[in-house]
């Protein structure tokens, strides 16, 4: 009996991908990010590591309406006046090319950009609230359905 086939890297990866992108077209629940301490193993692998909340933020750059799409410049503007005041001490912004369902059902396949931000979980509940500030600025400025959101609990170190 032949073993069944397993999927090739590049594909768990587009599938992955897709996974993340899709979470930018449904509702999402937040967890709470108390100041709970981190598993011991995971401290002694980082001296001085302390909890932080890593959030992700996921841009199309495409416009439902058929408009142009957000150029880079649009993009680092618009960081500049929403996300930079709001998060000073640092962020992370990756280009990439991604695809999620939309409202009706359509496949979109658009180049994007994922904004990286990490903040102490002490400040979570004040992060989260300027983030969701962050996300309704870009849905607005640019015609968006979405803007997505993937929040991680992790260690860093500075």
């Given at each position: 009996?032949?073993?069944?086939?397993?999927?090739?890297?590049?594909?768990?990866?587009?599938?992955?991908?897709?996974?993340?992108?899709?979470?930018?077209?449904?509702?999402?629940?937040?967890?709470?990010?108390?100041?709970?301490?981190?598993?011991?193993?995971?401290?002694?692998?980082?001296?001085?590591?302390?909890?932080?909340?890593?959030?992700?933020?996921?841009?199309?750059?495409?416009?439902?309406?058929?408009?142009?799409?957000?150029?880079?410049a649009q993009f680092t503007a618009f960081v500049?006046?929403?996300?930079?005041?709001?998060?000073?001490?640092?962020?992370?912004?990756?280009?990439?090319?991604?695809?999620?369902?939309?409202?009706?059902?359509?496949?979109?396949?658009?180049?994007?950009?994922?904004?990286?931000?990490?903040?102490?979980?002490?400040?979570?509940?004040?992060?989260?609230?300027?983030?969701?500030?962050?996300?309704?600025?870009?849905?607005?400025?640019?015609?968006?359905?979405?803007?997505?959101?993937?929040?991680?609990?992790?260690?860093?170190?500075?």
């Amino acid at each position: 009996m032949p073993l069944p086939a397993r999927p090739r890297p590049r594909a768990r990866t587009a599938v992955f991908a897709a996974a993340c992108l899709l979470a930018a077209g449904a509702p999402t629940a937040y967890a709470a990010f108390g100041d709970a301490p981190a598993p011991a193993a995971a401290t002694a692998a980082v001296p001085g590591a302390r909890s932080h909340v890593e959030t992700r933020l996921l841009f199309g750059t495409q416009r439902p309406d058929g408009g142009p799409d957000v150029t880079d410049a649009q993009f680092t503007a618009f960081v500049d006046r929403e996300v930079t005041p709001r998060f000073p001490a640092g962020l992370t912004v990756r280009e990439g090319r991604g695809q999620w369902r939309d409202a009706s059902g359509r496949i979109v396949r658009e180049r994007s950009y994922e904004l990286v931000l990490l903040y102490p979980a002490a400040d979570a509940a004040a992060g989260g609230r300027e983030v969701e500030r962050i996300r309704a600025a870009y849905v607005r400025a640019f015609g968006q359905e979405s803007v997505g959101r993937v929040d991680e609990r992790v260690l860093a170190d500075f």
